[in-house]
């Protein structure tokens, strides 16, 4: 017996979350990663080992929540959204914060000349293509990870070395358009199908 009613039991449960909330947050913070974006009001600061320290708290931190809540037999929410499914919805959203950019819409800010019109149709297309892209890569679905596909295919591959330095390149340069083209390659070595190709003149027999 826990002394906690239902209600009381929902309330540490959603507090519990918005800590966790909170927590995921501030790693965020310290450490923003790579490809940093130009928007953030945080200035990246934190040393490596600050950055260290702090995940390890959050660690414990989050390991101590779960064992209140195992110990009081209350269970966390499942996980029921999809992250390749958020991801997309994302992109959805910012194309749809593309389209209220459109010269039409801006007019309503004030008078838009022809050049700034041009302007601004260039700039939604270029990132229009980009987001396409991006939604057409996660549309594709199944077992996008390059780099654990390529351990998984026999290292006497022909080419193999060549591969893995090449994800290597395109993951730590951020060269997100070869991509695709890089899970082509790894297809063809992940198939056990040959494809024998005979051409000559024509009718030569």
Do not use: C
């Not at 309503?108 to 041009?118: H, K, P, Q, R």
């Not at 987001?131 to 077992?143: I, K």
């Amino acid at each position: 017996m826990s002394g906690l009613g239902e209600l009381h039991k929902r309330k540490l449960l959603l507090t519990f979350a918005h800590i966790d909330s909170l927590l995921a947050e501030a790693l965020r913070d310290l450490d923003p990663g790579p490809v940093q974006s130009p928007f953030s009001r945080i200035v990246p600061d934190a040393e490596p080992v600050q950055q260290q320290v702090i995940m390890d708290y959050a660690a414990r931190l989050r390991s101590r929540m779960r064992t209140m809540l195992e110990r009081l037999q209350i269970a966390p929410q499942e996980r029921q959204v999809s992250a390749i499914w958020s991801a997309r919805t994302a992109v959805t959203m910012a194309e749809v914060a593309l389209d209220e950019l459109r010269p039409q819409g801006l007019r309503g800010y004030g008078e838009l000349s022809v050049e700034g019109a041009d302007q601004v149709n260039g700039m939604i297309a270029e990132l229009y293509e980009l987001l396409s892209s991006m939604n057409a890569y996660l549309a594709a679905g199944t077992s996008h990870d390059l780099r654990a596909r390529l351990e998984r295919i026999d290292q006497s591959a022909p080419d193999i070395r060549l591969l893995r330095e090449l994800e290597r390149v395109i993951t730590t340069r951020g060269l997100v358009p070869l991509r695709p083209t890089l899970d082509i390659l790894v297809k063809r070595l992940e198939s056990r199908v040959l494809e024998v190709v005979l051409f000559g003149r024509v009718n030569s027999g």
